[in-house]
């Protein structure tokens, strides 16, 4: 059992910090294909489903399909010494260490036993009525905005506007896009649910400002927030649970 | 009673910032002429005078004279979203909520009821002997200095000259601006007053490099700084007490 | 007893940078051939040599040899007000003042007395058998990769490569120069010491990236490191003691 693989490391930290964004340890599938991983953070808010197919790699050795345990902000670490434009390589046999070759040194990094790490969640099967698809920059504009205000941001559509709100104590923030402001909206309905900023800030940290992201949202759904990396050889994507309106809360 | 504006998001920064510095809570004064306020710091040590003319606006409608309250710290946190370049469209009916629309975002702040902000203090009329005109930098390079060596410093004129000291426990620090280094300075009499650094550290962040800054000052007295923003459609004036020194104090 | 010097400001905040590192307050020594100190931090684990010629200077007059104390954080936080390129002028009569004039201050900082300060350390005498010449860039990164998985670094030396590694308790990296990779080495027995990251990384700062830096070792000896500043007119070269290891530490 052995992987070898190298990388331009800009794509690597890019990979990496999707994940990290929410969990500190996950198990990555490695096999023929490529490499993946779902992970849900510690609170089972949000998952995290992340691919990223062998033709990202500038080289891609596995015998047989494996599996491998390691912490997330060690490596982060670790690349945070190498400059964009370096090669990493990697190479692991019986997945017990990982060795990572970057800008002259060689790391050896302990890895996790993947058992001690948390069970892969299960996804759920959502039939989501609305799918917008926007330019990077304006969902992580949107997110920016909101947090000035609130705790809470409130994803909607109507008559394919795709509409994002925050309503705070004092103050409200509402943006409306339309057909010609969005790459594409299609909706079944007119839908709604509302978000934890805190969330949707540490996801739009990893979407590029002039990359595709699409968006499918239901009424008091979750939603799924997906794009590519690594030049469409990667893909990552987000679940976040809605938070349910209760009596007591004031609606936004 | 209803007003509506556009402005550059830069211009409008560079004015909530001005007054910001010294003061959480405005009422600001809206006229057929523009915009003004007049405020105390809370401990009534400093004052900031502004007014911003309907010219610095590249829209500007009020239709009677009103007076909104807010909280500049919360409209600064707004304004942090926008670009510089970008425009603001401001709106209020009845003045109990301001509407602001900027990069694509409708934010709704609700305002302040302006009797539960500090009365405008009264601005007192002064007989100052020296005036110093200089560049906004010097003043600004001149207080970051005397920072380094003490609390206080000494604004002092001899002779046409304009002189800045700051005298600590081991260090002092000294600085003599003559007609050449100055734009212009008049003096009927040498003064000679100490301010506290504090206070113009802050005040000195909002005077822009290239400035023209505006200084009068007496012995022992107030002294006024005043500069023009938004190109020359504005005008900021700080007024800050002086330290007045008491037989227990070091002459500095 | 006088001293008057000119010199560049850049020029003068290296040199005073790479002391205040490891020391706060100095004794300086001036003399016709220029200025030096010699100081070992607090806990005695480190020493900075430090040497500036007078050809260094623009101007350089001292009429008998002096020595003068200060505190080297009031003399950076003084420097940081001026810009690089800006030109400044010492002056000291008798060692109880020194005035500084740059960039239009004025400054006066009262000196310590030199009897007050820490004896200069003897320079212990060492013959270390390895020298390594090579470019600054190389030790700084080194030293920043070694510190993302380790406190401790071990510089080696086998058959004219030089090897750094350093081993956390769960990860290590490892970093092998050969002559190509290096500007010189000469060794004539294999070396190996270990040494404290946080002295290296304070110390690593002040090494340029592209300068030479010349490294000395022995086993289970001091290193020294030594390089230029101020246009091969200053040199620092800092000792550091090796940590020895016991019984009860894990190889690295």
Known sequence: MSFEAKINAGSFKDSIESISRLVDEIKLNINQEG????????????????????????EFHVDEEMTIGFDLNRLEDILSVASMGDEIEMQSEEGNQLSIKVSGFDYKISLLDPSTIQQEPKVPDLDLPARIVLEGNKIRKAVRASEKVSDYLVFSTKDDKFIITAEGDNDSVKMELDESQLINIETSEDVRSIFS??????????????????????????????FNIVDENGE?????????????????
Chains 1, 2, 3 share one sequence.
């Open 197 to 226: 900023l805190d969330y949707l800030a540490d996801m739009s940290k990893s979407i590029k400002k002039a990359s595709e992201t699409k968006i499918r949202l239901g009424t008091d759904y979750p939603v799924k927030i997906n």
């Open 236 to 252: 990552v994507e987000y679940l976040l649970a809605p938070r349910i309106e209760s009596e007591s809360t004031t609606s936004p």
């Open 35 to 58: 490499i993946s991983s779902v992970s849900a953070d510690p609170a089972n808010v949000a998952m995290v489903m992340f691919k990223l197919k062998k033709e990202g790699f500038e």
